[in-house]
């Protein structure tokens, strides 16, 4: 990983919204994130979907952090009938890139939990996690600069377009995905924007 300071906490931390339990990974976890690897729904906007192997070897890397740090991307389930739905968390890029070092929250769910503000809700308690208890100054996403879905759930978050758009090294060369875009959130933004407070009851998530 890049080098920069990196908060540690004694134990895993795991973490509850109104909805969701973000947790550490189960092997039960690993049938249901291979099949969301392999969806190509789900990996639009990824050169290509993610085999078995390298779908194990995400979460063998997350569980390694959360054991090393006590944070990564924790596995998502639902709070009404525990079933699991995907990814939210923070990592450190392993790649550097124009921006890096840096933590960075991301996310990626099943199709059957799209549109219903599980992402939202999730990176938003991620958000709180890295800014309260980790005392993180900055917090980072990106993505291909088409996926609007993911660009629509940052600026609900809160992140603002740095406007420092980039071509991601993993990505070939010609690829329409190639172009990458980065928000930004400090944690005195956040703090300014209401921290933790969740969004008023008429303002729908989707």
Same mark, same amino acid.
């Given at each position: ?15 509850? $919204?109104?909805?969701?339990?973000? %947790? $550490? ?31 194990? !070897? ?22 009404? $009938? ?10 450190? *890029? @392993?790649?550097?890139?124009?921006? $890096?070092?840096? @933590?960075?929250?991301?996310? %990626? ?35 291909? !600069?088409?996926?609007? *879905? ?21 990505? *070939? ?13 400090? %944690? ?19």
């Amino acid at each position: 990983e890049i080098a920069m300071h990196l908060p540690v906490l004694p134990a895993p931390a795991e973490l509850s $919204t109104q909805r969701l339990v973000l %947790r $550490t990974w189960r092997d039960s976890d690993r049938d249901a994130f291979a099949a969301l690897n392999a969806d190509p729904a789900v990996m639009a906007f990824f050169p290509s979907t993610i085999g078995r192997a390298g779908s194990d !070897a995400s979460i063998d890397a997350w569980q390694q952090q959360f054991a090393q740090r006590g944070w990564s991307n924790w596995a998502v389930q639902l709070k009404a $009938t525990g079933e699991f739905i995907g990814f939210v968390g923070l990592t450190v *890029p @392993v790649r550097a890139l124009p921006f $890096t070092p840096c @933590v960075e929250v991301g996310w %990626r769910l099943m199709r059957s939990a799209w549109g219903k503000g599980h992402a939202t809700e999730a990176a938003r308690e991620a958000l709180r996690f890295g800014f309260d208890t980790l005392g993180l100054a900055q917090i980072v996403s990106f993505t291909s !600069a088409v996926n609007m *879905p993911s660009r629509a759930v940052m600026e609900r978050i809160g992140m603002a377009n740095a406007h420092e758009d980039f071509e991601h090294p993993s990505v *070939p060369e010609g690829s329409p995905l190639r172009l990458h875009c980065l928000y930004r959130l400090s %944690r005195q933004q956040w703090k300014d924007n209401g921290g933790q407070q969740p969004p008023h009851p008429h303002q729908a998530s989707v």
